[in-house]
Antibody, heavy 123, light 111 residues
């Protein structure tokens, strides 16, 4: 059974940093791209970042480019999102999602999602 | 990149069929066969229902079907059931700087 478990969310002041983690199990982690997708309270879904199977290709939404860094450790079956210079508009539930293929940029969708970790940016 | 346009709400009675539209541009929905649909129940994570316009993942009911015409994709739910009441989001590959764009979301109500 595929499982994705996010952690690391919490309340943080504007301008500070936070690191999210996603522990994956139930599939061959290093065969697939991984993504972060967020959902602001009461709002829709927004793709944040994606990383290909071997970290060779990475992409970000314009809204987080230059502030967020995605990474993965295939030996630990883990995905990460380092979030710096956080803003109030980054407040959201952050989902870890498994890509259907090995490249993040093929547009082939997300077939498994974690339950999310909540990030609240407020003073 | 602007979100794809979906109706805010769609409703139907049990047993009926409903269709949710997802309108984009030639740079996303119209240009690629990479449209996906996700179901999200309140307080739950999204679930993939359709990928690559019309393909159903294993385990998804055949009451769910997808199609595309020009810049508009559609999700049809036939034989509507109470458990289908949820929010539905479309997503497409896009040629913009970020590869994915989501729709605005549609709340499906079973009357």
């Amino acid at each position: 059974e595929v499982q994705l478990v996010e952690s690391g969310g919490g309340l943080v002041q504007p301008g500070r940093s936070l690191r999210l983690s996603c522990a994956a199990s139930g599939f061959t982690f290093d065969d697939y791209a991984m993504h972060w997708v967020r959902q602001a309270p009461g709002k829709g879904l927004e793709w944040v970042s994606g990383i290909s199977w071997n970290s060779g290709s990475i992409g970000y939404a314009d809204s987080v480019k230059g502030r967020f860094t995605i990474s993965r450790d295939n030996a630990k079956n883990s995905l990460y999102l380092q979030m710096n210079s956080l803003r109030a508009e980054d407040t959201a539930l952050y989902y870890c999602a498994k890509g259907r293929g090995y490249s993040y940029g093929y547009g082939d969708g997300f077939d498994y999602w974690g339950q999310g970790t909540l990030v609240t940016v407020s003073s | 990149q602007s979100a794809l346009t979906q109706p805010a709400s769609v409703s139907g009675s049990p047993g009926q069929s409903i269709t949710i539209s997802c309108t984009g541009t030639s740079s996303d929905v119209g240009g690629y066969n990479y449209v996906s649909w996700y179901q999200q129940h309140p307080g739950k994570a999204p679930k993939l229902m359709i990928y690559e316009v019309s393909n159903r993942p294993s385990g998804v009911s055949n009451r769910f079907s997808g199609s595309k015409s020009g810049n508009t994709a559609s999700l049809t739910i036939s034989g509507l059931q109470a458990e289908d009441e949820a929010d539905y989001y479309c997503s497409s590959y896009t040629s913009s700087s970020a590869p994915y764009v989501f729709g605005t979301g549609t709340k499906v109500t079973v009357l």
